[in-house]
């Protein structure tokens, strides 16, 4: 009972000096990949880059200590922070604190669903997503990830639309207007290094190689070039009219956000006091709905100014004063030298500041990186978005254990460990949870990290330890260092790291296995890429059609005839092209007998005697039935009432224990008769055969020697 609870404890009693050794170069190796990594899937999550330094301190330890698994190596990565950003951008702005309390939460809120799963054993839950759906999922996913780093990797900022395809239109459509060359050349860099050393070999730090030399040439370059100016030193009558147009509708929009707020609690307190339908709470919900509506209107007017300030790209030259002038690039006054850069205005959700307008002349960089360990504390818990939240972040938690369980029992394949799924979902659970109170987003398993992990010799949960401590080393000591990464490295970092979820052979063999789970593949991946960002609306279509086809094929189970085969088997009649006997029918059920199919036998059963007007015997084959409930039992008693009543014999055989049970308990077995029932289709044939071929013509039974039907043509 205590390994159950500290799982650890297995695996604490086999450190010694060699696996010391093994688990603390394992543990630095992972480390080295996972703290540039996780830095570019925060970004990707939504949420500051140093957040995926929170999100890689707590949770690899956790789950070490307390899953099954010894390599697995936990932490931030692409689809579930991809999923994270697609559950809260309605809710708030990326990397706002509202957006930051939200992910925290959303991860104890993920964390909480796969404990409770682990604790009452529902492991078996994650089958509800099948493979085909998962691996069109995870491929759309790829793409989106993929195409949502491209802003970054040219160097252009854009709104998001409605869709994701919209928004990687818009983007190419502003990197065709202008791209920023040394951003896309450091990215294209990075990719390189990366690419390269993994070739050359695997367990060199690729990742961490490509940022400190990208890191080094930004530094030494001067990549990030920001400026702030007033705005009277912005020689563009329109720029400076659409700043203070900005400014305006983004000022007035945060005053009714503001307001809208204050509405909301006196709009419960008057249908708690005069009813909902009460003149009080008409009229304060008629206020709310007027400021949503112009909220609405200023949304758009603020995109509209925001985009075209974007657009706008200026000279920089030096006044009289020494102060930056900034012209557009055509219109720059004679006698005035250029410095060589085309500028940009920043703008971002807040208000722009007239005294000191930022605008870019180079690349975008992490920037400033906290110093120090994130305070722990407990998310606030807020109800109504918990709930909201709950639907997101059971999706969250399935494909996020399926993805860790998955890397798990490929690693225990190897290794030869016990693997517990439920103790494993106890481990994630536990990461989430208490990486919550560490200010984490949500984790789980890594396939990249885990393979590093197994690569170099990890033996023990422990190198998992020893990564989160140097995680934490590098928040307490090293985060100055981090300042000029390339935000375009990032992006290579999270392209390089998704290549490997795109499979494509995954949809071919679906189709080879059952042509429906292939197509279910492929619509799961083109709904994911149309209604991206709402990630849970692809996948819910994948689930739903598997859901409907098991439900579909539970209803009409396989029914079929059997003739004897050349191996002296019986096999389908139909599908293997045999002759039938045209005085008994030998019927094989293949599924459990219960409420939604049981007609569906007695309607099959009908249809054979009716095409065989030379039937004497029917023999159910009842190998297949696994199970009985009371309508199956009702129906099949009814069957045998009809066929008897219809003047043909029925018999049964190989019936299991079960279902022989359920027959006993309700007295069907008296009514169908001992010597009705067989233990195989072979006594079943043989002891039938001879009553059924009375008075027969027929020269050869196709139950008792092979008849092809292409024989009797």
Not at 10 to 15: A, K, R, T
Not at 199 to 206: A, E, H, M, V
Not at 442 to 468: D, K, W, Y
């Amino acid at each position: 009972m205590i390994k159950k609870i500290f799982p650890f404890l297995d695996w604490v009693g086999e450190i010694n000096l060699t696996t010391l050794r093994a688990d603390l170069v394992s543990g630095l190796t992972v480390a080295l990949i996972l703290i540039p990594q996780s830095m570019a899937y925060a970004q990707l999550a939504g949420m500051p880059a140093y957040y995926g330094l929170y999100a890689s301190l707590l949770p690899p330890m956790l789950a070490a200590l307390f899953g099954s698994s010894r390599q697995l190596a936990t932490g931030p990565v692409a689809i579930v922070s991809l999923m994270t950003n697609a559950a809260l951008a309605p809710l708030a702005t990326a990397g706002s604190e509202a957006y930051i309390a939200y992910a925290i939460l959303l991860a104890l809120i993920v964390g909480l669903f796969q404990f409770a799963l682990g604790v009452l054993r529902l492991g078996l839950v994650v089958n509800f997503l099948s493979h085909p759906v998962v691996n069109g999922f995870t491929n759309a996913g790829a793409i989106i990830i993929a195409t949502s780093q491209l802003s970054k990797m040219f160097g252009v900022s854009v709104d998001s639309a409605a869709h994701h395809y919209e928004t990687v239109y818009r983007v190419i459509k502003a990197a065709t207007h202008y791209t920023h060359w040394p951003t896309l050349g450091l990215g294209l860099l990075a990719f390189g290094i990366m690419y390269g050393l993994r070739r050359l070999n695997p367990k060199i730090p690729y990742v961490l190689v490509a940022v400190a030399v990208a890191t080094i040439i930004s530094w030494a370059t001067g990549f990030e070039k920001n400026q702030k100016v007033p705005l009277q030193d912005v020689m563009f009558q329109p720029a400076r009219a659409y700043i203070e147009q900005f400014n305006s509708a983004v000022n007035e929009f945060e005053e009714l956000g503001r307001q809208r707020a204050e509405l909301s609690p006196q709009v419960t307190r008057a249908e708690e006091s005069y009813g909902h339908n009460s003149r009080e709470a008409l009229d304060l919900k008629h206020k709310a709905l007027l400021m949503s509506m112009r909220m609405d209107e200023l949304k758009g007017q603020i995109q509209e100014y925001r985009a075209a300030l974007r657009e706008y790209l200026f000279t920089g030259v030096k006044g009289g004063d020494g102060r930056l002038l900034l012209y557009p690039e055509d219109e720059v006054p004679r006698g005035y030298e250029s410095d060589g850069n085309i500028w940009r205005i920043k703008v971002r959700n807040s208000p722009i500041d007239a005294s000191a307008v930022t605008v870019v002349g180079g690349g975008d960089v992490v920037g400033v990186v906290p110093q120090g360990l994130p305070s722990l504390a407990v998310p606030k818990l807020d109800l109504k978005i918990m709930l909201h939240l709950l639907p997101v972040a059971a999706i969250i938690s399935l494909l996020g254990f399926m993805e860790a369980i998955s890397i798990a029992k490929a690693m225990a394949a190897k290794t030869g460990q016990r693997l517990d799924p439920n103790q494993e979902l106890i481990g994630q659970g536990i990461a989430n949870i208490l990486g919550a109170v560490g200010k984490s987003y949500p984790v789980s398993g890594s396939f990249s990290r885990s393979a590093v992990n197994i690569q170099s010799g990890a033996v023990t949960g422990l190198s998992s330890l020893f990564t989160s401590v140097t995680v934490g080393i590098v928040l307490l000591f090293f985060t100055p260092l981090l300042y000029y990464l390339p935000q375009s490295v990032l992006a290579a970092v999270i392209m390089m790291a998704v290549l490997g979820l795109i499979n494509v052979s995954g949809f071919i063999h679906a189709y080879k296995a059952q042509w429906y789970d292939g197509l279910f593949s492929i619509i799961t991946f083109i709904a994911t890429l149309i209604t991206a960002p709402h990630l849970d609306r692809g996948i819910m279509i994948g689930v739903v059609l598997s859901l409907v086809m098991f439900l579909y094929k539970s209803m009409r189970p396989k029914v079929t005839t059997l003739s004897m085969y050349a191996d002296h088997s019986y096999r389908s009649a139909r599908d293997f092209g045999l002759k039938e006997c045209r005085h008994i029918a030998l019927i094989r059920f293949d599924g459990s007998l219960f409420y939604a199919n049981a007609g569906y036998l007695e309607e099959k059963i009908t249809e054979i005697t009716l095409s065989m007007p030379e039937l004497k015997h029917i023999i159910i084959v009842s190998n297949g039935i696994n199970d009985m409930d009371a309508s199956g039992e009702e129906m099949l008693s009814l069957i045998v009432d009809r066929v008897r009543s219809a003047g043909y014999d029925i018999s049964f055989s190989g019936i299991k224990e079960n279902v022989l049970e359920v027959m006993k308990r309700t007295h069907l077995d008296a009514k169908i008769g001992y010597e009705n029932m067989f233990p195989t289709m072979h006594e079943a044939v043989s002891t039938i055969h001879s009553r059924a071929h009375t008075q027969c013509d027929e020269r050869s039974c196709p139950l008792l020697s092979v008849c092809f039907l292409e024989q009797s043509q």
